[in-house]
């Protein structure tokens, strides 16, 4: 017995099994009866509660400072301590996956664009059916506003189509300066390297076995495979299809992202204004694309002088 809802328990067992007054029992226990009297004036939140329960089933892999974002937009006042002992107190914690083991060592800090269109990210996931059979995923990221430009699911993805997604997303927001993804075959072959010649886009290849050269769309593709197909049984395309669009939208328009102080994307974007982000750790005193993050490609250099980093 040593919390004040304890004694009060044992104060009022004790009455009613010996028929005692309550001073003869608190005596007996060492309670104090302005303690067993005291009635809490603590509102219970019921309504909280209730909203808290149901963003968290809806939003199952959110942790309680995304909830909290969520909720304040929809009028709550109340601070992070409160909302996280809420949220404890209806266990709606979290449950951490195992992930994969990943190689120690010292890692070179990437340059950070500077703007909107600077720099893209690709990379490809894979999926299956509810009968087995496979698909995959072309995600496309703004590495500076963290938009998602697109998410095409087949179950072919080959460079000619590639360069046709990235063809409709450049007619709808402009060219990018800079293209970042890893060594795939869809991504290494004629059609690609042709395009990029035929645009004036530089394309980088990270190094093989070093994902975290492309880090970003990585980080994309963790909360894409955590949130959306973890989550959901697909039976066929047309579903994939929907059910990605209806979360890319989510994405870019209502989930808030923690590296953009819990804007959306399409906000931050918005908001933004040429200029260094995260502080102005990095700042570039000429021209508007960042410096690579991988070595140059095979399709040509990059030239020396236009990028300079001020000391």
Not at 24 to 29: D, H, P, V
Not at 55 to 79: C, P, Q, S, T
Not at 273 to 287: E, I, K, M, S, W
Request: proline residues 6%; contains cysteine.
């Amino acid at each position: 017995m040593v919390t004040p809802a304890a004694r009060r328990e044992a104060v009022a067992l004790l009455r009613k099994s010996f028929e005692v007054s309550e001073r003869r029992a608190c005596a007996a226990l060492g309670a104090d009866r302005s303690s067993v009297r005291y009635r809490s004036i603590r509102p219970d939140d019921a309504s909280v509660r209730v909203r808290l329960r149901e963003l968290a089933a809806i939003r199952r892999r959110f942790g309680y400072r995304r909830l909290h974002v969520l909720m304040r937009r929809e009028g709550l006042v109340m601070n992070h301590k409160k909302f996280r002992r809420l949220y404890r107190e209806e266990r709606l914690q979290v449950r951490r996956r195992g992930g994969r083991k990943r190689a120690l060592g010292s890692r070179a800090p990437l340059t950070i664009p500077q703007g909107p269109n600077q720099r893209w990210s690709l990379d490809f996931l894979s999926d299956a059916f509810a009968d087995g059979r496979r698909f995959r995923i072309l995600a496309v990221v703004d590495d500076f506003t963290r938009e998602c430009l697109a998410l095409v699911a087949d179950t072919s993805l080959p460079g000619l189509r590639v360069v046709r997604e990235l063809g409709i997303i450049a007619a709808q927001r402009g060219r990018p300066a800079l293209c970042v993804s890893d060594n795939g075959t869809e991504l290494t072959g004629m059609t690609v390297l042709r395009w990029c010649q035929e645009m004036q886009i530089e394309w980088h290849y990270i190094a093989p076995g070093k994902p975290t050269q492309n880090a970003f769309i990585e980080s994309f593709n963790g909360r894409l495979r955590d949130e959306l197909l973890n989550e959901t049984l697909f039976t066929s395309l047309a579903q994939v299809r929907a059910v990605l669009a209806a979360w890319k939208d989510d994405y870019n328009n209502v989930r808030p992202h923690s590296a953009l102080g819990n804007l959306t994307p399409t906000e931050y974007a918005d908001r933004s204004t040429p200029g260094p982000q995260r502080g102005g750790a990095l700042r570039y005193t000429t021209g508007s694309a960042p410096h690579p993050v991988a070595p140059p490609s095979p399709m040509g250099s990059n030239v020396t002088g236009i990028l300079p980093i001020a000391g």
